[in-house]
C-alpha cells in the first residue's frame, strides 16, 4: 500500500528538517588557499530590513559576471564550483558570508602562501558595489607542511606583520597560526596546517576559524557603542546626583506652598527629562549589546570546539580572545547592566518626587478647602444677618398693611384703636414671618440634599 506521505506531513516538516545541513562546510584538501568576506547588512549598527535584498543582488551580479544561474531570492546558502575557484555563500540576520576556495600547488612555501590567494580571479567592479559595507576579509591558507612546529612557526612569521603571534594544536591533528591584524593588503591572514586531520576535519576547522574571526568582529561592534555611552552615562548620573542634592535641600528648609510646590515641580520636569535621556540611550544600544554577547558566545563555543592544546612559547586562540575579546565584551555587559541600574534608580527618584508633588497638593487642596470653609462660614453669617433684616422690613410692610385695615374699620363704625392694635399684632407678624422664612429654607435644603 503506497502513502502519499507529502499530505501526511505539517508543511514545516521539510524546511525544519533541512535546516540543520542548511550550512554544510566546505570539503577541503590541502593545500588550498580560501579568501572569506563577510559583509555587513545594516546602517549604523542596526541591521537593515531590505539587507538580505541587497545581498542577493550582489551574489546575483556575481553569478551573472561568470555565466551562473543565481539561487532563488528565499536562499539563505549557496555553493557553486566556478572553475578555478568554489564559492561559498551563507545568509545570516546581519550579515552575508562570501568563503572562495582555490586549490594550490604542493610544495608551495610558507611564504609564498598568500600569493595566489582566491580575491585575485574576483572582478574588481564587484567588490568596488562592496564600499563601506566589508565588515571581515581574511586569507586563510591550508597547508600540509611536515616541519616541526617551532621551525614552521619561525617561517610563518613571515607572513604576519604583528610581533604576537597565537598558535595552537587543534582536533589532535592540526595547527592554526595568526596574529588577528588587518594587514597591509586590508586582510586578516591565517594559516592552518594539516599534521594529520582526518577526511572532512579540515572542511570544519577551517569553518571554524574563520566564524571565529567573523563573530569576534561582529560582538567587537558593540564596543564603540560602550565607550559612546560611558560619558553619557557620567552625566545623566551627575545630573541625578545634582538633583538628589535638591530634592535633600528642599526638605530642609521652609518653603511657602506655592514655591514649594513649583520647586518640587521643577524638580519632576528635570527627572523626566533625564527618564527620556536614558530610555532613548536604552533603545539606542540594547539590541547591539545583546547581539555582541551572542557573539561573544559563539565565538567561545567555536574556541571550544577547537580542542586546542599549547605550542611552547605561543598563547593559544583561547588566551588570546581572553585576554583582547573578553575586556571589550565585559565592558558591553557593564554599560549595558549600567544603564538599566541607572533608570530604576531614576524610576525610584521619579516616584519618590511624585509623592511628594502629590502630598503638596494635597496640603495645597487642604488649604483651598479651609479656605472654602471659612467663606460658607462667612456667608451663612451674612444670611442669618440678612435674614434678620428680611424678618424686619417684611414685618414692618405687612404691619403698615394691617394698620391700613385697622383704621378702615374704625371708619366701618368698629370701636378699634388703630395705634394699640397695630402694636398687639406687630408680635405676631414678626413671629410669623421669621417661622415662614425658616420654614421655606428648611425646604430648600431638603430640595438640595
Known sequence: MTIATSRLNHPLRIPLAAEVHSRPFMFLGAPEAITHLAVYMGEGGEPSPGGANDQHALLAGLCAHFGVAPPSAEARYFFHEFGRFRLKWECHTEFATYTFAARQERGTAVGDAFAGVPLQLIPQDWLL????????????????????????????????????????????????????????????????????????????????????????????????????????????????????????????????????????????????????????????????????????????????????????GFPTVEEFMERRLAPAMHTCQAVSRRQEILAERIARTNDLLRTRVGITQERQNRRILESLNARAAQQLRLQQAVEGLSVVAISYYLTGLLGYAIKAAKVAGLPLNPELATGLVLPFVAAGVWLGLRRMRGRLHAGHG
Open 129 to 312: 558595489s562592496l564600499q563601506g559595507k566589508l565588515m571581515v576579509g581574511a586569507h586563510l591558507y591550508l597547508d600540509t607542511s611536515g616541519l616541526p612546529s617551532p621551525d614552521y612557526a619561525a617561517q610563518a612569521r613571515s607572513v604576519f606583520e604583528g610581533r604576537l603571534l597565537a598558535g595552537s594544536r587543534v582536533l589532535n591533528g592540526g595547527e592554526i597560526w595568526t596574529d588577528f591584524l588587518v594587514q597591509s593588503d586590508g586582510f586578516s591572514r591565517f594559516l592552518v596546517r594539516d599534521t594529520g586531520l582526518q577526511e572532512q576535519q579540515a572542511g570544519r576547522l577551517v569553518q571554524r576559524v574563520l566564524e571565529i574571526e567573523t563573530y569576534r568582529m561582529m560582538a567587537l561592534l558593540g564596543f564603540p557603542r560602550a565607550q559612546r555611552a560611558i560619558p553619557q552615562l557620567n552625566g545623566i548620573e551627575d545630573e541625578l546626583e545634582t538633583l538628589t542634592s535638591a530634592m535633600v535641600d528642599t526638605d530642609g528648609k521652609p518653603q511657602l506652598g506655592d514655591d514649594q510646590a513649583d520647586a518640587e515641580q521643577a524638580l519632576l520636569n528635570m527627572i523626566t527629562r533625564l527618564a527620556a535621556r536614558t530610555e532613548k540611550l536604552a533603545l539606542e544600544n540594547s539590541y547591539r549589546f545583546s547581539a555582541s554577547q551572542a557573539y561573544f558566545k559563539l565565538v567561545q563555543a567555536r574556541i571550544e570546539e577547537l580542542r586546542e592544546t599549547r605550542i611552547e
